[in-house]
């Protein structure tokens, strides 16, 4: 199957300070990618949708300056946690639909722990 | 909107028991449905899903799924548990929209498998 990647797979930063986090597809190519957000023992939370070339779509509740997406190439999206608090700490997840056979698979890369001292 | 709910945040079964884990959707067009696995502090692995056709469907480590449309329902089961399936799972639905339409995930359920 198709292959996402993270980096980095922990971080920790202390508050204020921004962190960026990696998410790539390794063998396609991925115009749109999606992160979430996953607090313990919780499910995942969709925060926003990739576009490659284009803005990213927010879901409802989650701020955009605070979570800088940015979708540069087919393979890789960032997100950019800006001045980083304790609250923001969580595993992130992105993930990228092949967009084969029409079964809208997604692949997930195998998230990032981020801790905000 | 869709939605996705798991009846029960935590099962436990006996090793060699019956898995059942339980998914009910609500899609306002026929929906793709999913189920995920999720190991401590690991990404999500797909076990199965329904697109079209067949409503009974098999997936990896002898997961199979039912999509019955009459009941919004899509429950996971596995005839014999073994003690590597104890983890997270997750049903999830997307709507057959395109084919990057973003994916719902459900609540999870943890399951714990008894020696």
């Known amino acids: 199957g198709a292959v996402v990647s993270q980096h980095p797979s922990r971080v920790i930063c202390k508050s204020g300070t921004s962190v960026k986090i990696e998410c790539r597809s390794l063998?396609?190519?991925?115009?749109?990618m999606f992160w979430y957000r996953q607090f313990p023992k919780k499910s995942l939370m969709l925060m926003a949708t990739?576009?490659?070339?284009?803005?990213?779509?927010?879901e409802q509740g989650v701020e955009k300056d605070k979570f800088l997406i940015n979708h540069a190439s087919l393979t890789l999206s960032t997100l950019t946690v800006t001045s980083a608090h304790p609250e923001d700490s969580s595993f992130y997840i992105c993930?990228?639909?092949?967009?084969?056979?029409?079964?809208?698979?997604?692949?997930f890369g195998p998230g990032t722990r981020l801790t905000v001292l | 909107a869709q939605s996705v709910t798991q009846l029960g945040s935590h099962v436990s079964v006996s090793e060699g028991a019956l898995v059942l884990l339980r998914c009910n959707y609500s899609?306002?067009?026929?929906?793709?449905l999913f189920w995920y696995v999720q190991y401590p502090n690991q990404g999500l692995q797909l076990l199965l899903k329904?697109?079209?056709?067949?409503?009974l469907v098999k997936g990896i480590n002898g997961f199979e799924a039912e999509f019955k449309k009459s009941e919004t329902s899509f429950h996971l089961t596995k005839p014999s548990a073994h003690m590597s399936d104890a983890a997270e799972y997750f049903c999830?639905?997307?709507?057959?929209?395109?084919?990057?339409?973003?994916?719902?995930f459900g609540p999870g359920t943890s399951l714990s498998v008894i020696p």
């Open positions: 993930s990228a639909p092949t967009g084969t056979s029409g079964s809208n698979e997604q692949f």
């Open positions: 329904y697109t079209t056709g067949a409503t």
């Open positions: 990739s576009n490659e070339g284009s803005k990213a779509t927010y």
């Open positions: 899609s306002s067009v026929p929906p793709y």
């Open positions: 999830a639905v997307s709507e057959k929209k395109t084919s990057y339409d973003k994916v719902i």
């Open positions: 063998d396609f190519q991925a115009t749109t």
